[in-house]
């Protein structure tokens, strides 16, 4: 176990401190948590007017075999020594240990640095961080308890959760906050009802997560309504999640709905979060079902999906030599006839057999060969000679809801059948 603490060049009274149930009289507050925790080690901030200091001296000898050991901090005045307190102590706590961060006599700025730190700690070098603990002592009192301030860095998580979900729609690190509180379903008051909305923000992240297009409508509407029963106050352990459900619902209502609509919404969805791959697979898939509806075949058997990918692949085969650039692609590996499902259509050809006018057609064959071209590329993962750069995917994946969208509005000019 590691102690980082900090000493001052105040006068500090003789007080007995009390933790978990323990207690140990001192002068300092260090000396009395390296024997109530107990610590392996105590590295101790000190500026240059504190290791000057007799308080220095004395707490060295009170340490005894523990031996504290000095951390050199400037001030913390400017910008660039608070970075150097920050990077001094990071140094000399070790990776995978056990802390303990006592803030009592910390110096101007460095009792909020070392929350931050801590947090740093724990995330960047695998350090479990036990604690961090303010003595209150008060002035004629003979005693002080050592307060936890661990709350802080939940805080700190929960911005984190916030932050992932509005950048990538991942719900699964509010879903971890909201059911570690209530492990048992049972507390904090309304334990159940955040226990179920944990339950369902994981849910709909693993839909999303695995493009499950039909399953995200259904996640999306029980989750918005787990967050509806939750009341608008909540206990303190969970006081900072209603600041975030707004947030929640903004993520989560555009998916509530079903369909063609729907899933292009999902794809818009997935392009402004950056999740090219999932929206490129999505989109390709997209491109079936607004074929199948605008020719009256619900292509939700996996033979319909096929004959009519065979015939838009077929056709952009058939094509490909009159396109240029990255259009020129060999889309499926099967011949014209057997891609087409002619003969098992009794069809003449792919014109009949996907049945729209000829500039909705066009149109809808360009979006094929160019999200089909695409998705296969992503799915080799740049492993094809000729593989395209990330900011090509990047770009032609960004003008795809736009594309979709082309295609949607024609259908609405025209009336799908």
């Known amino acids: 176990m590691q102690l980082v603490t900090f000493l001052g060049t105040n006068e500090y009274a003789d007080v007995e401190y009390c933790w978990n149930g323990r207690r140990c009289r001192s002068r300092f507050v260090a000396e009395a948590l390296a024997e109530l925790l107990p610590a392996d080690s105590v590295l101790v901030g000190l500026t240059e007017g504190a290791k000057a200091h007799k308080n220095w001296f004395d707490l060295r000898a009170a340490l005894g075999s523990r031996a504290g050991m000095p951390v050199d901090l400037p001030d913390g005045r400017t910008e660039d020594e608070q970075w150097t307190i920050f990077t001094k102590l990071a140094e000399r706590v070790e990776s995978g240990s056990k802390l303990v961060i006592d803030i009592t006599h910390s110096f101007r700025s460095m009792g909020v640095l070392a929350v931050v730190l801590a947090s740093y700690l724990r995330e960047a070098r695998g350090v479990e961080v036990v604690d961090i603990v303010y003595g209150a002592f008060e002035k004629g009192q003979s005693e002080a308890p050592l307060i936890s301030l661990a709350p802080f860095l939940e805080m700190i998580e929960w911005v984190a959760a916030a932050r992932f979900l509005s950048v990538s729609g991942d719900s699964r690190m509010l879903a971890e906050l909201l059911q570690r509180k209530t492990p048992d379903g049972r507390a904090p008051k309304h334990g159940k009802k955040v226990s179920l909305l944990g339950c369902r923000l994981r849910q709909t992240s693993q839909a999303l997560a695995t493009n499950r297009a039909k399953q995200v409508a259904d996640c999306a509407t029980v989750t918005l309504q787990a967050l509806d029963a939750l009341p608008k106050a909540l206990k303190p352990a969970l006081a900072p999640f209603p600041v975030i459900r ?44 607004y074929t199948g509806a605008r020719t009256g075949n619900p292509a939700e058997e996996r033979e319909d999906r096929e004959w009519i990918s065979g015939s838009l692949s077929a056709e952009a085969r058939r094509r490909s030599g009159q396109t240029d650039g990255a259009l020129k692609r060999d889309y499926m590996d099967r011949s014209a006839e057997e891609a087409a499902g002619v003969k098992a259509k009794g069809g003449s050809g792919n014109r009949d057999y996907i049945d729209l006018s000829a500039s909705v057609y066009d149109q809808l064959l360009n979006a094929w060969m160019r999200i089909a071209g695409l998705r296969n590329d992503m799915a080799h993962c740049g492993y094809r000679a000729g593989a395209w750069p990330a900011e090509t995917i990047v770009k032609e994946a960004q003008e795809i809801p736009q594309t979709l969208r082309g295609l949607a509005s024609q259908a609405g000019e025209e009336g799908a059948p």
């Open 246 to 289: 707004e947030s929640v619902r903004r993520t989560y209502e555009p998916l509530r709905e079903g369909g063609l609509e729907g899933a292009l919404r999902l794809v818009e969805w997935y392009v402004e979060r950056g999740r090219y791959l999932q929206a490129v697979t999505l989109a390709s898939e997209w491109l079936i079902s």
